[in-house]
């Protein structure tokens, strides 16, 4: 049974930095891309960043390009957010998400999600 369980979340004021964790089980991790994504209320799920499975690749929406840093652990089967440099409008619920997929920015690449962890930042 494949299980991502994303911690780190939390109140932080802007210009702050945070940093999401994501670990998985289930399956082989290394074989899998994987994502983050984020969603308001009243909004479609939006891509964040990915990482591809081997590690050598990495995509960051727009909107986080040079605040926000991807990697991953595949001995801890772990993948991580780096969020510095936050703003009001980073508030959302941040998924983790695995899959095979491509393009590894659409949600629809992405067979297994985590239960998502809020994050506020106080403008």
């Known amino acids: 049974q494949v299980q991502l369980v994303e911690s780190g979340g939390g109140l932080v004021q802007a210009g702050g930095s945070l940093r999401l964790s994501c670990a998985a089980s289930?399956?082989?991790?290394?074989?899998?891309?994987m994502g983050w994504f984020r969603q308001v209320p009243g909004k479609e799920r939006e891509f964040v960043a990915a990482i591809r499975r081997s590690g050598g690749g990495t995509y960051y929406a727009d909107s986080v390009k040079g605040r926000f840093t991807i990697n991953r652990d595949n001995a801890k089967n772990t993948v991580y957010l780096q969020m510095n440099s936050l703003k009001p409008e980073d508030t959302a619920v941040y998924y983790c998400a695995q899959g095979t997929g491509i393009p590894v920015t659409m949600s629809s690449s992405y067979d297994a999600w985590g239960q998502g962890t809020q994050v506020t930042v106080s403008g």
């Open positions: 289930g399956r082989t991790f290394r074989f899998y891309n």
